[in-house]
């Protein structure tokens, strides 16, 4: 049995410049890996399965683990079937990638598995054909990704240190926001940002790193935080009274904002329950090097 982890990942800022004529968006955004992830096992043998320890998790042919085997074989051939098991601890419906991470992680473990593996450049390629965000999770390490999301650049070392290690609270309201159904609210606004400015503010950044990078925005926040007032309500009242600034990672649901005290987290968690109630999702966890 092989195994490997699939990490989550926080979209800290996320400018969405236009709509492509394929129907895809094009983005600049600063992604980084969470300590957060999934674990997904493989075991060689028998006829292509998928098995997960969430019972609500689709494990037929529309979960992105078995579609990312079949890219797989598509360019491998040779490689053998068998059963993936999926230990999930990101929640779904979410904005944190936890999807698209487990199929790169089929990827890596499939590779792993032939005699004549292709390399990770290779896998980049395949995960294109899995899913926008699959091809970051091939290597998982903070990225500036553009296009539509398969055009990576590793951010300098100097960014990449000052973000490593930093902790975050991350939580989700007991709702999810189909990526679809963001993307479409986007539509309907039509408020996208100019990718001239969005690679301006992000170079600033990079230049000063110590800033908080979530401060750059996520296009996607205004149309959803429209439709969802359970978000804005709720994270406005942790600004006010806690001075706590949270922001949609993805295309939401979850949140996050950087922090170091540990009571105080307590107090938002609290908080959040007050207003979304029990089924309310927290995860205190760091930005991975």
């Not at 989550?8 to 129907?23: E, I, M, Y």
């Not at 998790?57 to 079937?81: C, F, I, Q, W």
């Not at 598995?113 to 926008?132: D, H, N, R, Y």
């Not at 400015?197 to 979530?214: F, G, I, K, M």
Request: glycine share 12%.
């Amino acid at each position: 049995m092989l195994t490997e982890i699939a990490p989550a990942k926080l979209n800290l800022s996320l400018a969405v410049t236009g709509r492509r004529p394929d129907g895809f968006h094009e983005l600049v955004s600063l992604v980084a890996s969470l300590e957060l992830a999934d674990t997904l096992e493989f075991t060689p043998g028998g006829a292509w399965r998928l098995t997960c320890d969430d019972p609500g998790l689709p494990v037929d042919g529309s979960n992105l683990v078995l579609k990312a085997a079949e890219a797989y074989r598509r360019h491998h051939p040779e490689v053998t079937a068998g059963h993936f098991h999926l230990r999930k601890k990101i929640p779904s419906g979410a904005g944190l990638g936890g999807g698209s991470s487990d199929a790169a992680a089929a990827l890596r473990l499939l590779d792993r598995s032939v005699a004549q593996p292709l390399g990770l450049g290779a896998l980049e390629v395949i995960a294109a054909e899995v899913g926008s965000d699959c091809p970051y999770f091939v290597r998982g390490q903070p990225a500036i990704m553009r296009g539509r999301g398969e055009r990576l650049e590793l951010i300098p070392a100097l960014a990449r240190e000052a973000l490593a290690g930093r902790r975050v609270l991350v939580v989700k309201p007991p709702f999810g926001v189909p990526t679809p159904e963001a993307y479409g609210l986007l539509v309907k606004t039509g408020k996208y940002v100019d990718g001239t400015t969005a690679e301006a503010a992000l170079a600033e950044w990079l230049n000063q790193p110590v800033r908080d990078p979530s401060s750059l925005g996520n296009t996607l926040a205004e149309p959803v935080f429209g439709k969802y007032l359970a978000l804005p309500t709720a994270l406005e009242a942790l600004s006010q009274t806690m001075g706590v600034v949270f922001r949609m990672t993805g295309s939401g649901s979850a949140c996050f904002a950087f922090y170091t005290d540990g009571a105080e987290s307590e107090s938002i968690k609290q908080a959040l329950i007050g207003q979304w109630g029990v089924g309310t999702w927290f995860c205190d966890t760091r930005i991975s090097a």
